[in-house]
């Protein structure tokens, strides 16, 4: 078969750490080729040195059987290759046309002005090979993640008029935050594609990767150490091959917590948010874990934010600690004890360009002060590195720069800040897990239980259902903004896994 992209040799490093180590890959023409690992495996990395975000530091990259240099971006798309990010590159203030044509606005714009309609019918042209009918001047804003997503396919799509030769498509963690049927969508256009385009496809669910993909690629610690025909392998051995076979990642339910009583530490009643939620009502025990599925837009993530101070408006009654709750920011939503660990990490839960010590210990480093007004590094650098351990988060220290860890672990980092505290007593998790590995959910899995076994109340929006499951007292479907379901005893009577899909959609 012949060779569409090829790394030989390839070596990355960040000061004294190790992101790549003498890697080779090989991915043939109308190849769909899986990448597995563990978080701070080097598949991000990877993926960064074959787009021309990063330059390797040793080794060759070859396309079409010739040497490359890919020293941006811009030359990765000159030879053909394209990344569809996991987390979108797209700018949600201008139109779907202006996003597609962005980086490339010579062959629309004239004495430096757009040309608007030429511009729209070539969009329009574009978002027919994704199959999304929509208005090219929509603003991007406007559509759903899933819509965007395929947006951004597109935008990678428009190679095609631009480059004679194969195309090759990267695509790191698409599937993230999509729902079932816009999986599906996506995968069908992957299809499509496969007659003039090679693609990588980065992704930590091992059925997905089966599904998609011609052959798996496994890394660990900066090496490729397997290869497998997707026909030749199956989901237990691609975990052992990930994390090892003493950490495969087989939840067992979770009994129910003993400690559980009548007692409510967070009362929700006919909670409503304008055009999100409506008529939302629930509460929970201390130590309780109070499972949250829905699709993307189902209202889910509203209730936690609403709760955490950061929705405009609402209307109904919530009572936290046996008091109402009248809260107007984050802030006052720490001080009576409240954490919340959002979705989009890097954009509302980290601090870029500081350490894993600093966004740590931002929230209650203070508890760990040497006296009023009093910053005591020593005392916080013990309960930092006991988390650190405890949630196996990869850095060479705690002072290392969080910009330069993997996804995974930088949600790890995140979570760990609110751990951090003695007087938090409720913990609303937003899709934790989203970015983790098989080894590392264990981790989490661990950790959340351990909390809610000394008390502390946890609500967690979850990525999938074995997530909530495994991990859950009682569960919460909502779809539409309203609760769809509500199974109060789910380790005693566990719903099956229809039954909640049914209710989500």
């Known amino acids: 078969m012949t060779i569409a992209l090829s790394l030989r040799g390839v070596d990355k490093r960040f000061g004294d750490v190790v992101a790549l180590d003498n890697v080779n890959v090989s991915l043939h023409e109308g190849e769909v080729l899986g990448l597995i690992g563990q978080n701070g495996s080097g598949k991000s990395s990877l993926m960064k040195i074959m787009s021309g975000l990063y330059r390797p530091d ?48 010579a062959a629309y714009a004239r004495w430096g002005s757009y040309r608007w309609t030429a511009m729209k ?4 042209r574009q978002l027919e090979k994704v199959e999304l ?5 929509t603003p991007l804003g406007d559509l759903s993640f899933g819509e965007r997503q395929m947006v951004e396919l597109a935008k990678v799509l428009t190679l095609e008029e631009l480059v004679d030769g194969h195309l090759v498509i990267l695509f790191d963690e698409p599937t993230a935050v999509l729902n079932p049927p816009e999986i599906e969508a996506l995968f069908s256009q992957i299809r499509r594609i496969k ?29 490729n150490v397997a290869e497998r025909e997707k026909d030749k392998v199956n989901v237990d051995e691609l975990y052992e091959l990930m994390v090892g076979k003493q950490r495969i990642d087989r939840v067992a339910r979770r ?27 629930f509460s929970m025990a201390p130590g309780e874990i109070l499972g949250v599925i829905g699709v993307q837009g189902s209202g889910a993530e509203s209730v936690l934010r609403t709760i955490f101070g950061m929705a405009d408006r609402w209307s109904g009654s919530i009572r936290f600690d046996g008091k109402p709750l009248e809260i107007d920011a984050p802030s006052a939503a720490v001080a009576r004890g409240i954490g919340y660990l959002p979705a989009e990490r890097k954009t509302e839960g980290m ?3 500081t350490s894993v010590s600093e966004n740590a210990a931002i929230t209650f480093g203070w508890q760990h002060a040497a006296g009023p007004g009093m910053v005591s590094r020593r005392r916080e650098k013990a309960p930092i590195k006991d988390w650190v351990a405890k949630l196996a988060i990869k850095t060479p220290s705690i002072e290392h720069q969080i910009d330069l860890l993997s996804g995974g672990n930088q949600q790890k980092v995140v979570l760990s800040k609110w751990l951090l505290g003695n007087s938090l007593k409720l913990l609303m998790l937003d899709h934790p897990t989203r970015g983790l ?16 076994d000394k008390g502390l109340a946890i609500l967690l929006v979850g990525d999938t259902l074995d997530e909530v499951l495994s991990l859950s007292d009682e569960i919460i479907v909502m779809k539409d903004g309203m609760i769809s379901a509500h199974i109060a005893e789910v380790q005693q009577s566990p719903p099956s896994e229809e039954e909640l899909v049914r209710a989500m959609v």
């Open 121 to 124: 019918d070539e969009a329009r």
């Open 437 to 452: 590995d098989p080894g590392a959910r264990a981790d989490l899995f661990a950790a959340i239980r351990e909390l809610a």
């Open 195 to 223: 007659h003039r385009s090679s693609v990588v496809f980065v992704s930590h669910r091992m059925d997905e990767i089966l599904d998609i993909s011609d052959r798996v690629l496994v890394m660990s610690d900066g090496r």
């Open 255 to 281: 009994p129910r917590n003993a400690h559980l009583g009548s007692s409510r530490v967070l009362e929700i009643e006919n909670m409503s948010v304008p055009g999100e939620v409506y008529d939302v009502s």
């Open 133 to 137: 009918d929509i208005d090219p001047f």
């Open 351 to 353: 601090v870029r360009n």
């Open 58 to 105: 040793g080794g060759e990259v070859r396309v079409g059987g010739k040497v490359v240099q890919l020293r941006s971006p811009l030359d990765a798309g000159r030879a053909g290759i394209g990344l569809v990010h996991q987390e979108q590159s797209l700018i949600g203030s201008l139109s779907v046309a202006e996003n597609l044509f962005l980086d490339k606005p």
